[in-house]
């Protein structure tokens, strides 16, 4: 900052005039300093990127991890050889609500997904545990990573073999006609006899459960939430009975987790519904590509008060009572 040199007017040094004078200029210059801005020579910090889900996709030749984040992911990644796999490494990274430890759906290649959170230095550790040796391409977008491992030659073959019942045709195809009509024959009064001997028993006795059940659900159609005095009940609707789900739980914040593999929704985005009650707080479901996820924002108390219960048009969901 340059020194100030003072000029005094002409005039007597002490007059009102030229001490106004002197205000007026030390004032122009103070303004002037204050709005030079402030020099650090510290370097902003750059803000985390935040991985929200994973989850895997098969093809017929590969199966894909995909790890999804609010911007483009920085990383360094290592082949594991006392534990079979690969780890991956972000730096000023956090996971939000990520399990610790997911089992995909069977695959010839991925065994689990594990991620840990490094408080001190702010890194997130993600080890994808292999169940083959099988070389992969990693591909980051705009929306986090995407890691593709090609399947073992035998799961490919395996998948590209032709049915047995197919062999089987063609070779009776190749037999005359001649030779197969009394075997055929044989064969059919023999069918004919035992349907018709089903046909009445059916008539006797009820149907089996497995042959009238529905085919499981594809599409979410929607949830809904209903309060009660001793629990929530959660309402999973779909076009068809919903079977099976992948869930675990997180402590921190509690929630209870639901994976429907399989199933579609017709929702776009996040969808959340507040539920005011003692056991649940929040209902929030979201479509992936090979899955709907439920998650249901609860109390520690409650992470293992839960039951569930197909139904004709989905799976119901109590968190809180107790099971009839």
Request: with cysteine; proline share 8%; aromatic share 6%.
């Amino acid at each position: 900052m340059k020194s100030l040199q003072l000029i005094y007017p002409a005039g007597r040094p002490g007059s009102s005039r030229t001490i106004a004078w002197l205000l007026a200029l030390a004032v122009i210059h103070a303004v002037g300093c204050a709005s030079q801005p402030a020099v650090s020579d510290t370097p902003p910090q750059p803000e985390k990127a935040t991985i929200t889900d994973f989850w895997t996709v098969e093809t017929s030749e590969t199966v894909a991890v995909l790890l999804q984040s609010d911007r483009p992911l920085t990383y360094t990644e290592n082949r594991q050889e006392d534990l079979r796999g690969v780890s991956f490494r972000f730096p000023a990274t956090r996971l939000d609500g990520l399990a610790a430890a997911y089992f995909p759906p069977p695959n010839p290649v991925i065994r689990s997904i594990r991620s840990t959170q490094a408080t001190a230095s702010g890194e997130a550790q993600v080890f994808l545990e292999l169940l083959v040796e099988a070389s992969y391409e990693v591909m980051p977008d705009n929306e986090g990573l995407k890691i593709v491992f090609s399947k073992p030659l035998s799961a490919t073959a395996a998948e590209k073999m032709p049915a047995l019942s197919g062999a089987d045709t063609s070779k009776a195809e190749s037999v005359p006609a001649a030779a197969t009509a009394p075997a055929t024959a044989t064969v059919l009064r023999g069918v004919r006899k035992e349907t018709r001997a089903d046909v009445d028993a059916s008539k006797a006795a009820p149907a089996p459960a497995a042959a009238t059940a529905s085919a499981a659900a594809t599409v979410l159609r929607e949830v809904r939430t209903e309060a009660r005095a001793d629990g929530v009940v959660i309402r999973v609707i779909s076009d068809g009975p919903v079977n099976t789900a992948n869930v675990f739980t997180l402590e921190d914040p509690a929630r209870i987790v639901f994976d429907f593999m399989g199933l579609r929704s017709t929702f776009k985005g996040e969808q959340r519904m507040p539920v005011r009650s003692e056991w649940v707080s929040q209902v929030r479901h979201h479509g992936h590509p090979d899955k709907v996820r439920l998650v249901v924002d609860t109390d520690a108390r409650y992470l293992k008060s839960y039951f569930m219960e197909p139904t004709a048009d989905g799976l119901q969901i109590t968190v809180g009572g107790r099971k009839p």
